[in-house]
């Protein structure tokens, strides 16, 4: 068996992205809102369904567009998981509301929708559902809970690009949605994302918002004729050069998707026999869910097993991780968010999970490599 290191991620491309980028040159402008990034927008509003779709230049920075958008005063609460990425929590943070964490379902490790109603008080404007792995939330549940409070419902869908929730797109399931174009992604453009909108009251001002605050984009469609600074914002566009690279990427999604699937399932069975043996548990995804294969992960009975597993790996050239430090346990998560209740499974799964390798350009040899390799480290403990 080769000893070449297999890295956790490697980025993907189709071909058509260097094709792109001279196009997108030639045109004669670099600059953000050109040619690819009007052809982004048409794609992702046919493909997912959506009223309004504004590429930005990550994720975060839609988080960010999201949380202005949502009109926080200070001391206003938002509900979301405490295991996520810190931008979920850090873009409401920046408009002084107050990230209030919810636990996670020992399943899917979303935000356990059973567990909303009772985080909910008087300052509650908002619910942030996080996809994790690209599998769906119960968005069903979430949302009758939101009508019910008049709440907003702001998915984090940085990682559910492609994946579905009974027949529809995440991103598409609540007011607004993020998603991430990170390389670390399925589609990606290196750093980048998408503000999506799902509900025609904020097409305007998400806009304008983009741009600094200013109607500029008003102004180049014809509607007015001069622009100026009409509301708060910042520049959350990005160049075209950014775009041109993502178009390809988009333009090949459903490929790419399946790909990850296939290495996905190959995961899935092949270690099927190690969760029978009780040593690990495999991912779940709920009916009505079809995901994107963003992520394989295992949990392992507790953080030695994890510690060991990463390490026995590593000594292979595989390169395995373990995922987020839950955020109320972070320096920042204590000064500027609290905590509904004790996150029991949050706490107890965030040191058991470990991700796999898990990219397009993936060999049949390197997967075969890795689940042989978990399986010896398994035989090896036992
Ligand atoms: C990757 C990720 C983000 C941030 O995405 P960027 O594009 O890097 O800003 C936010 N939330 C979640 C859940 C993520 O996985």
């Known amino acids: ?13 189709t071909g058509g992205e260097i094709i792109n980028i001279e196009k997108a040159h030639q045109l004669g402008r670099l600059a953000g809102d050109g040619f690819f990034t009007k052809e982004c927008h048409q794609w992702m509003k046919r493909q997912f369904d959506l009223p ?25 609460e938002v509900i979301m998981p405490s295991y996520t990425f810190v931008s979920t929590a850090n873009a409401f943070v920046l408009r002084g509301a107050i990230p209030v964490f919810v636990d996670v379902r020992p399943d ?105 605050g200013t109607n500029r984009s008003k102004f180049f469609r014809g509607d007015v004729d001069k622009y100026s600074w009409v509301d708060v914002g910042s520049s959350y566009l990005p160049g075209e050069i950014s775009a041109a690279f993502l178009l390809a990427q988009l333009d090949q999604a459903e490929q790419i998707t399946d790909k990850r699937l296939m290495i996905w399932g190959h995961y899935h069975e092949a270690l099927q026999e190690l969760e029978e043996s009780h040593h690990i548990i495999r991912p779940t995804v709920p009916e009505g869910c079809e ?19 990463i390490e026995y790996l590593r000594e292979r050239g ?35 999970l470990i991700r796999l390798p898990l990219y397009c350009d993936l060999s049949q040899e390197q997967i075969q490599k890795i689940i042989t390799s978990i399986k010896q480290f398994f035989v090896k403990k036992a």
Do not use: W
């Not at 068996?1 to 491309?13: E, K, W």
């Not at 995901?291 to 597993?309: E, I, S």
């Not at 395995?320 to 799964?349: C, D, M, Q, W």
């Open 108 to 212: 899917t490790l979303n935000i356990d929708e059973t567990l909303i109603q009772k985080a909910i008080s008087s300052k509650t404007k908002a619910i942030v559902p996080v996809h994790y792995a690209g599998i769906a939330c119960e968005m069903d549940v979430i949302n009758q809970i939101a009508k019910d409070h008049h709440l907003l419902v702001l998915e984090d869908a940085a990682q559910g690009v492609m994946s579905t929730y009974k027949g529809r797109s995440l991103g598409a399931l609540g007011h607004l949605g993020a998603y991430s174009f990170h390389e670390t992604k399925n589609i990606i453009c290196g750093e980048g994302g998408a503000l999506t909108i799902n509900d025609d009251r904020f097409l305007e001002r998400a806009e304008i918002i983009r741009e600094k």
């Open 318 to 352: 595989i390169m395995a991780v373990f995922h987020y430090v839950p955020l109320h346990t972070s320096e920042a998560g204590k000064r500027f968010s609290k905590a509904s209740e004790k996150l029991s499974v949050t706490e107890n799964i965030a040191d058991r």
């Open 291 to 309: 995901h994107n294969a963003h992520m394989y992960y295992l949990l392992v009975k507790d953080l030695g097993v994890r510690t060991a597993l």
């Open 52 to 76: 309004g779709a504004l590429l930005t230049h990550s994720c975060t920075a839609a988080l960010e567009m999201m949380a202005i958008l949502a009109d926080l005063e200070p001391g206003d």
């Open 1 to 13: 068996m080769s000893n070449a290191h297999i890295p956790f991620n490697f980025p993907h491309l």
